[in-house]
């Protein structure tokens, strides 16, 4: 993907996941809509940095970069959905585009990618994005409403109750 469709999929994001976490319609819904784009366009576009230094979809497209990210909320308290931006980049560039990005680089520079996407020049890779838009809203949803809490990330009741069977 290019970062046309990263900036139409944070955006699409934001809209969605704001209804997801304050499904109301009302001026709450809309200042969550505030408060997500900017984080999730930032995450969006975070690794596409790599195209200044280092090699592009392998310095900033891999796992360790997202545990990174992912951990920035845990341990700092900032950054609660940048996460979602990085992480949606990376699954448009996976499914979205034709060339895949190195998930375990430095590890390995192999480029991971499924051989439905399509090229950054197609006419169809802003319909594609919607799509995966929807597709990832639909998972986000289900974390939302099965999982965690994405508003404070706290577990679900379900999932506190097997957390606590778990030997420690």
Known sequence: MNKKGHVLNAILLAIGLAYI?????????????????????????????????????????????LAVIVAYPIYFGNLQFVWIGVATHYLLDVVGSKRGIALFYP???????????????????????????????????????????????????AVAAMLTGLPV
């Open 107 to 157: 590890l390995s520079s192999t480029e991971y990618g499924l051989p439905i996407g399509v090229t950054t020049s197609s006419k169809w890779a802003d319909a594609f994005t919607v799509v995966i838009t929807l597709a990832e809203l639909a998972a986000l949803a289900l974390l939302q409403f099965f999982v965690v809490d994405l508003n404070t990330g706290t577990p679900r009741e």
């Open 21 to 65: 976490l304050q499904p109301a319609g009302d001026v709450e819904t809309f200042v969550t809509i505030a408060e997500l784009f900017v984080p999730l366009v930032l995450g969006a576009l975070f690794p596409d940095v790599d195209t200044a230094f280092g090699k592009h979809r392998k310095t900033l497209h891999n796992l360790p970069v």
